[in-house]
């Protein structure tokens, strides 16, 4: 366990019998700015590990950047919780309707995306993966064992990697989101394909992530919680297999079950 | 329950026998824009219900409003899933430094604030409000049986105002974030007072949430889940009293435990 990632204090333990004061630690949240060639774009409030990761997978989620080659440079300045990405030309598309919404009809399909970026990189998602239901559960229950961070402060989500048997990368946060922006960060900066990838991830689904896949293609995703609506809605008209409350040796497929073998 | 909370869908229910097509309910998610004097200020995600209780919640946690008079017309839409906030004069402090970042010395004690409007609002609680922990336990119990969205879909964070022995108001959200602006919102409109108030919440404790109770006086906050080190340093300095873990009749009191009698 990285030490930066936890912080040690004091606290009064209550329990039916007594009040004890107990040494303990907690997941650490720092403040992390991302710049986008200079101009401040979010703060986020994190885990603080993979913060270059982090930076890059945010920008490329919110449609700045869309491959390792827009990258010029990166500033990462630890201290201060900062990283600078600079590239070639700024992405003025981004920089207009960040945090902006817009009602259209992605994918011809009808769908409302609340983004006027993410219809652009919608796709309809025919990859042709196949996984049997034991090899999810093994997944998730690796997932679940190898999540260091969770098991020490109960404080953090954790999202992984994984090709369908091995997993590729683990990684913890404090926001769901991050876990696996800072994945999908390292897979640009590693120019990974990830079009035959599953990602697995302990926090519920929503539509955020289901978007998150999109983009990038990624033909599964697994959680061990719930979706809601929309990001149900969203994975069936993208074409990405969602499956949702993968317990023990049960789970829900909400969409595209082609893509299980039984 | 609310019908519009939840979407009823079909999915594939594995279990180790079987593969079954089964109708079930998810919670339901929309995209909720907010405007304030007609400018867009963000789109949420959220469960649909009390959504103006969550416009006027949100602008208020940001700064733009501070009570009801400042309101002069709310226009929602509940079709388009927007709502426009009109006030007399411009909050142009909030506009220009909304998701902005300043590291500054709040509450003369060094604290790093990630928000410079943070910094204005934040006071050292000293209300002389306390709890025995049997009441504690019995809110848990109370906020965990009543959450009936989260406990039909799985898929949503609960919250709830509590004068220590009553539930005044309960509500459930995709979001912990919004919950609780669902209710700082109601408060609001309703001008009521917060001073001598606990907040329960189903969610993790991050600086966010510890920030919303401090800028509206609110004394104790109790989770059953876990708080990060930022939030905990926060609570320590804003004078909550923050509660983690409280499960059965166990609980870890992190901050300020002169609040809890025994």
């Known amino acids: 366990l990285d030490n930066s990632n936890v912080r ?20 650490a949240e720092i403040p992390f700015t991302i710049f986008f060639n ?22 490329q989620s919110e449609g700045f950047i869309k491959n390792k ?50 219809s652009l990189y919608c796709k309809d998602n025919q990859i042709e993966m196949y996984l049997e239901p034991q090899q999810i559960y093994k997944l998730m229950h690796t997932l679940q064992h190898g999540a260091n961070l969770f098991l020490e402060t109960g404080g953090t989500h954790s999202a992984a990697l994984s090709d369908g048997n091995e997993m590729i990368i683990l990684r913890e946060d404090i926001g769901r989101h991050n876990a696996i922006d800072k994945i999908f960060g390292e ?25 998150k896949l999109a983009k990038r293609s990624v ?18 008209k993208t074409g990405i297999t969602l499956i949702g ?15 299980i073998k039984t």
Request: charged share 25%; with cysteine; glycine share 8%.
């Open 219 to 236: 033909p599964i995703v697994i959680s061990c919680s719930a979706p809601t609506g929309l990001a149900v809605e969203l994975a069936q």
């Open 187 to 211: 897979c640009l900066l590693n120019d990974s394909d990830l079009s035959e990838k599953v990602i697995l991830t302990s926090g519920r689904i929503s539509s955020e992530i289901v978007i």
């Open 69 to 118: 080659n827009d990258i010029l440079f990166i500033h990462l300045d630890d201290q201060r919780g900062s990283i600078n990405v600079i590239t070639e030309g700024e992405s003025k598309i981004a920089l207009n309707t960040l945090g902006k919404r817009a009602v259209t009809s992605g994918c011809g399909k009808g769908t409302i995306f609340y983004n006027v970026i993410d």
């Open 38 to 59: 200079h101009q401040e774009i979010v703060t986020l409030l994190c885990t603080p590990s993979y913060l270059k990761e982090l930076g890059v997978g945010f920008l």
């Open 245 to 259: 409350f993968t317990r023990g040796e049960k789970m829900n497929v909400y969409t595209n079950d082609w893509r």
């Open 8 to 27: 040690e204090l004091q606290l009064k333990k209550f329990t039916r019998e007594e009040a004890t004061e107990v040494s303990d630690i907690v997941a």
